[in-house]
């Protein structure tokens, strides 16, 4: 069975970092382009990074920019999301996503993990 998982989520302070990852079960993430997605509640799916599977070229989203950094560990066929200076406005479920070619919208990504919950305090 072909699927994606992430961890690595949990409870955050403001301003403070957190780093998500990605792994792949059944496949290997290296032949893939891999994207990182959020959804807040009440809000829709929106794409944070992406990681191209040809030369590991970046896309961020401008929210994303400066703060986030996305990239692969091919040794340990991982990719990861690391996130700093984190606001509360960035809590959120996080999802990775594969799919082949290139970076694009969440509705062109073939295999999507469960989500994983990034929260702060209350």
């Known amino acids: 069975q072909l699927q994606v998982v992430e961890s690595g989520g949990g409870l955050v302070q403001p301003g403070g970092s957190l780093r998500l990852s990605c792994a792949a079960s059944?496949?290997?993430?290296?032949?893939?382009?891999i994207g990182w997605f959020r959804q807040a509640p009440g809000k829709e799916r929106a794409g944070i990074a992406c990681i191209s599977a040809k030369n590991n070229s970046t896309v961020y989203a401008n929210s994303a920019k400066g703060r986030f950094t996305i990239s692969r560990d091919n040794a340990k066929d991982t990719v990861h999301l690391q996130m700093n200076s984190l606001p509360p406005e960035d809590r959120a479920i996080y999802y990775c996503?594969?799919?082949?070619?290139?970076?694009?919208?969440?509705?062109?990504?073939?295999?999507w993990g469960q989500g994983i919950q990034v929260t702060g305090p209350s």
């Open positions: 059944g496949f290997s993430l290296s032949s893939y382009v």
């Open positions: 996503a594969a799919r082949i070619r290139v970076c694009t919208t969440a509705d062109a990504y073939g295999f």
